[in-house]
């Protein structure tokens, strides 16, 4: 029985931040003091990821995601609790762990200006000891993958914010880690890069089982895709995980169907006297009835639509409506990852929600 990819059991990390600014010849505060004031990032945070898994993390922005990460990759300390990856303590084996794993994060300025791509990525590959055939077999791979071969001999001063973000994703598979932690990858990509970089994931993780990524994306899109777990993570806390079609069916309470109906009747109007309808809504143009009904359960909407044609009412087109992840991580944060700025905004629950 192999251990969790990655484990944290009641992972808590706190920063300590001045109330006012204090100049280095001034008397330091007494901790715990009015002078400070301590800031929580993770707050009892539990987790598994299983090897071979590609597990989501989402949450808006200062929800501790980065800070998570940090820890899990060695570069910073909890401040209490336990975190281990490919079972080792990331305090007490953090040299063991290193080799293991690999981090690409979206946006991040890194590589040497004079050298161009081909020349940094064989640098961080022989940095890690890769053998110069394999890494230069990698990186031709992966510089394909992205789209950069033809940029390959560009200085790195040269190139977009887009083609750094390429290179940057590229350096993280040269090592061929075990453990690969991907935060925001496709940010600022456009859709067709990004669409390649998804599929290749799938691919990378296909090629060898035992390989375990951990993601981070404010496109929903993308995690519902790809992620076969993803945990929610706000304000520090771990609000649900779970696979994304559990989470969807956890929030949708009743089936909700639309249809469209064609002008003329109102016999839709009495649906609601139908044992098992939950509850109607519908909107009215000038060519169309567009009609919601929630459901009790999906075997009700045979009787619906014999009620409907029985009424005369002409249906136009029928389809269940499926929630999304964005719709769970609204009625979990209170808001979108798009708009962090509507937080305090109470959501009204959506038709099939109440």
């Known amino acids: 029985m192999h251990p969790p990819a990655i484990r944290t059991h009641r992972l808590t990390r706190t920063y300590r931040q001045p109330r006012s600014r204090r100049w280095p010849w001034s008397p330091p505060a007494p901790p715990g003091g009015a002078a400070d004031?301590?800031?929580?990032?993770?707050?009892?945070?539990?987790?598994?990821?299983?090897?071979?898994?590609?597990?989501?993390?989402?949450g808006p922005?200062?929800?501790?995601?980065?800070?998570?990460?940090?820890?899990?990759?060695t570069l910073l300390a909890p401040t209490s609790g336990t975190a281990e990856v490919d079972g080792l303590d990331v305090v007490q084996h953090a040299a063991a762990i290193r080799p293991r794993i690999n981090m690409v994060s979206g946006g991040e300025s890194s590589g040497y200006g004079i050298l161009n791509v081909r020349?940094?990525?064989?640098l961080f590959a022989r940095i890690y000891g890769v053998p110069t055939p394999v890494a230069y077999e990698r990186m031709e791979r992966m510089l394909a993958v992205v789209g950069l071969t033809d940029q390959a001999t560009s200085r790195i001063s040269y190139l977009s914010t887009g083609q750094r973000q390429k290179m940057n994703f590229c350096r993280g598979f040269i090592t061929d880690p075990k453990i690969l932690f991907l935060d925001e990858p496709t940010l600022g990509l456009d859709v067709t890069s990004a669409r390649a970089i998804r599929a290749f994931l799938r691919q990378w993780m296909k090629e060898k089982p035992e390989r375990t990524l951990l993601l981070t994306t404010h496109y929903m899109a993308e995690a519902e895709e790809l992620c076969d777990r993803v945990a929610i993570i706000d304000h520090g806390r771990v609000l649900a995980c779970d696979t994304p079609a559990n989470l969807k069916r956890q929030v949708q309470k009743y089936p909700l169907y639309e249809l469209q109906l064609a002008p003329g009747t109102n016999g839709w109007q009495s649906l609601s006297q139908l044992p098992g309808v939950h509850q109607t809504a519908a909107t009215t143009t000038p060519?169309?009835?567009?009609?919601?009904?929630?459901?009790?359960?999906?075997?009700?909407?045979?009787?619906?639509?014999?009620?409907?044609?029985?009424?005369?009412?002409?249906?136009?087109?029928?389809?269940?409506?499926?929630?999304?992840?964005?719709?769970?991580?609204?009625?979990?944060?209170?808001?979108?990852?798009?708009?962090?700025?509507?937080?305090?905004t109470p959501a009204r629950p959506a038709l099939g929600e109440q």
Do not use: M, Y
């Open 37 to 58: 004031r301590e800031f929580v990032a993770l707050n009892d945070v539990s987790l598994e990821v299983q090897p071979g898994e590609l597990f989501g993390l989402l």
């Open 61 to 73: 922005n200062g929800a501790g995601k980065t800070t998570l990460i940090k820890i899990l990759t």
């Open 119 to 122: 020349e940094n990525l064989w």
């Open 287 to 344: 060519t169309t009835v567009e009609l919601k009904v929630a459901l009790t359960q999906e075997s009700v909407i045979a009787a619906v639509v014999q009620a409907l044609v029985a009424t005369g009412c002409h249906i136009l087109t029928l389809k269940k409506v499926e929630p999304t992840l964005e719709d769970v991580f609204i009625e979990l944060v209170g808001h979108s990852l798009q708009d962090d700025a509507s937080a305090n």
